[in-house]
């Protein structure tokens, strides 16, 4: 049971690069979180979904993109990365039953 | 807009102190309000999670305490030891909308 895996775990890009990062749980949880990480910040989300075929906005989704076409995947996208976005991205998945969400070990993403 | 403050950002103690871990809210309306703990590389591990109707919630040395009124939460470890040195950060909300803080970094030393 690997739980919330992230891939890659690192990753540089040019201003104006494209990247797709994949979150994957074996947990069967509904909801699924991308949220970023910032020095001095709390974690902020991103987007979510509660199902597969199912996406939401979070508190910040301008210049991502997310798709949940199978329940256990979850993917955000950067179609024209901006130093902004230079950050740590966390996933998580969901689970009801005990309120709990269970995160990923990262990715530390850095535009040039 | 809810926003979460945690004081201090950072702390140093030496083991086996009882220490306590600040958070605050601004809006009291909470659905919940959990703990979490982030060691350095890592991603969260949730400590304690209270529902918006408890009080507190207390895991072994752990121990949560909610005051919804004052907009505070407090996370209390006892008997601290250098395995506790790691960030703790404190969330509010539900399952669409949760609130983290900054974090407080703990460091026991020896």
């Known amino acids: 049971n690997a739980g919330v895996t992230q891939t890659p775990k690192f990753r540089v890009l040019k201003t104006g690069q494209s990247m797709t990062l994949l979150c994957a749980q074996d947990?069967?949880?509904?909801?699924m979180y991308w949220y970023r990480q910032d020095p001095g910040m709390g974690l902020r989300l991103i987007h979510y979904s509660v199902g597969e075929g199912t996406t939401a906005k979070g508190e910040v989704p301008d210049g991502y993109n997310v798709s949940r076409l199978k329940k256990q995947n979850f993917l955000l996208g950067l179609e024209s990365a901006a130093p902004s976005q230079t950050s740590v991205y966390f996933c998580a998945s969901y689970q009801p039953s005990t309120d709990t969400q269970y995160f990923g070990p990262g990715t530390r993403l850095t535009v040039l | 807009k809810q926003e979460v403050t945690q004081i201090p950002a950072a702390l140093s103690v030496p083991e086996g102190e009882n220490l306590v871990l600040n958070c605050s809210f601004t809006d009291s309306a909470i659905y919940n309000l959990q703990w979490f703990r982030q060691d350095p590389g890592k991603g969260l591990t949730s400590l304690l999670l209270?529902?918006?109707?408890?009080r507190e919630q207390t895991s072994g040395r752990l121990n949560a305490s909610l005051d919804k009124s004052s907009g505070r939460s407090t996370l209390y470890i006892a008997a601290s030891q250098p395995g506790d040195s790691a960030t703790y950060l404190c969330a509010v909300g539900g399952y669409n909308d949760m609130r983290f803080g900054a974090g407080t970094r703990l460091t026991v030393k020896p």
């Open positions: 947990m069967n949880h509904e909801y």
């Open positions: 209270i529902q918006s109707s408890q």
